[in-house]
Every structure is written in C-alpha cells, then in structure tokens.
C-alpha cells in the first residue's frame, strides 16, 4: 500500500512503495565497504545492523489536476534491475491504490537512469505510463549506456523531454539537477519538499554528508551535491523525500534553530 500522503504547497504527494528488500548478492557488499568513510559513530547514530532498502516512487497531483510520476522504481522480472534488485516491482498496483490508471499520468520525471529509477518505465517494450512525457537531463541522457539504454530509454522515444538544467514544470514544483550520484541526477523540488532521488541513499550520510556511497559515478561531486542540498533544506526546516529509506519523508531541521530550542 502507498504511505500516508502529505501535502506541499498545494500539491498532494503520495510515495508509492515500489519494493522492499536487500541489495541483491550481484552488488551487496558489507556496509563498511558500501558507504565509505562512516565509522564507528556514525553507524551508532543511526542504529544500522543491516540495509534493507524501500523503492519509493513518488506521485504528485497539482491543485491543476496534473498528475507527476517521479520515478518509476524497480520494473519486471526481465528489466535491467532484475539482476540485483527485489523484482518485480509493485509499482502499478500502486498507482491503482491511488486511485489512477496509468494513462492518467502527465509526466514522469526520472531523478536518474539506474535501473532501479527507471526500469519500470517500459512493460513489455512499450512506455509503461502511455500518455506522459518523460523528464530526463541532458547529462544523463549522454551518459547512459547498456541495458537501461536499450530497454527502457529507446522505447520511450519520442515520450522523452531532454532538459538542460532547472526548469519550474509546473506551479511549485521545479526540477534542478543534483549532479555527481549520476552526471545528470536531478532532484524534484516541491515548496519546502526535496525529492532527491540517490542525493541521500542512507540516513547515516544525513549524519555527516561527505560519507560515499561506493556506487556513485563521481563520488566528490556526489558529496558536495549532498552537502549543498541538506543545508538548503536545514535552512527552511523542509522535508526530505528519499528513495530508498524505510520511511519516505524525513523533516530536516536547522540545527542553529534547535539549540535555541532545546
Ligand atoms: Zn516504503
Ligand atoms: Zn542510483
């Protein structure tokens, strides 16, 4: 079932929860190995035995009545997730739960083009999602090769809409690029909501944000991204959306404000 939606500057988001599960033993190393320069008291601050990953999509209706699809999760048993990832995906059934066909969907705007964003976009070689245009950096578009390229990009044809950079999609809710995670890894900002994709993959680098994740194509940039991006949301005391942790939302707070208020 879809978690509880909440409401951002007039837009309802939903997360769907598109899976749940262990990394798969093609990419499973120890979690020392995964996330790299955590010690001992960062993995304490978050209480961490194990990684056992949410696929969250997340679905956004506009006082508009616009319908954005922000990633598309894990896909079938034959997609390019498949060789490490939980499939299949529940995703449609939870667009269903919603209460959507997915004809009903306007756009879908992938944060980036790992399998497990973008796999299931694409059921059978043909767009999942019929009528929406997909939403995809130009970045990552010229860095894309293999498997996602063929099954999943290619059969989007002429669905795809490349963007260079930010670009306000819709009252209140802008897309920016948060590059280093994936050259063109872009973010969905929604009033004070961030969805950031792979921005933040495990509540230990909230802890300290230069913590790397071993699958990240640039990992400096990656870091810097994150740093950069938890601050802006500590400074409005925002919220925000992650892919892969157990619970969707997560409020950030300033900690300047907090010791204020103790
Ligand atoms: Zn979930
Ligand atoms: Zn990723």
Known sequence: MPHPPKVFAGVEVTPLCDAVGPMGPALRRPLDETFLGATAEHWAAVNAADWVLHFHCYLLRDPADRTILVDTGIGGTEGPAAAWAPVPGRLMAEVAAAGLRPEDVDVVVLTHLHSDHAGGAVVDGVPAFPNARHLL??????????????????????????????????????????????????????????????????????????????????????????????????????????????????????????????
């Open 137 to 262: 950096q130009r970045d990552e578009l010229d860095w894309v090769r293999g498997p996602v390229l063929e099954q999943v990009v290619r059969p989007l044809g002429d669905s795809l809409q490349v963007v260079d950079g930010l670009l306000e999609m819709a009252s209140g809710i802008t897309v920016v690029p948060t590059p280093g995670h994936t050259p063109g890894h872009q973010s969905v900002e929604v009033g004070s909501l961030v969805l950031g994709g792979d921005v933040v993959l495990h509540p230990v680098q909230l802890v300290d944000p230069s913590i790397r994740y071993a699958y990240d194509e640039d990992a400096d940039r990656a870091a810097a991204t994150r740093a950069a991006l938890l601050t802006r949301i500590r400074e409005r005391s925002g919220t925000l959306g992650t892919a892969h942790f157990a619970e969707p939302f997560t409020e950030l707070r300033d900690p300047a404000h907090r010791s204020e208020h103790p």
